[in-house]
C-alpha cells in the first residue's frame, strides 16, 4: 500500500478555476498545499493518515469527533464542521459511507 500512495499524493491537482482554464492547474506539494477531509471512518481515516506522514497540511472533520483523535495526534486539524473545512483547504476529500451522507455534508446546514 505505501508504494502505491505516494504516485498517487504526487498526482493530485487543484484549481480555483473552471476545468476550462486547464493551464491554471498546479500539483499539490506537501508542506504547501492545504488539503481538507470531511469523513475519517475506517476508509477515509487510513488516507488522511497517509497525506498527513506524507507532510500535508491537513484539517478534517467527523460528525463522532472520538475518530479524528489519532489523526489530530498525528498533526491534523479538527474542524467543527465540512464549511470550516472547505473554508481552511485548497483540495478537499469526502469519503462518506451513504447517499444521505453525501446530501447532507453538501447540501446541509454544516
Excluded: W
Excluded at 16 to 34: D, E
Excluded at 83 to 89: D, Q
Amino acid at each position: 500500500m505505501r508504494l502505491l500512495i505516494r504516485p498517487v499524493l504526487n498526482l493530485i491537482r487543484i484549481t480555483a478555476y473552471p476545468i476550462r482554464r486547464m493551464s491554471s492547474l498546479s500539483i499539490a506539494k506537501p508542506g504547501v498545499t492545504k488539503v481538507g477531509f470531511i469523513g475519517t471512518g475506517v476508509m477515509g481515516r487510513s488516507m488522511c493518515g497517509h497525506l498527513i506522514k506524507a507532510g500535508y497540511e491537513v484539517c478534517m472533520y467527523n460528525r463522532t469527533k472520538e475518530k479524528m483523535t489519532p489523526l489530530v495526534e498525528l498533526g491534523g486539524k479538527a474542524m467543527d464542521s465540512p464549511a470550516e473545512v472547505a473554508k481552511n483547504s485548497q483540495v478537499v476529500f469526502s469519503i462518506l459511507g451513504l447517499p444521505s451522507d453525501v446530501r447532507s455534508v453538501v447540501l446541509g446546514e454544516g
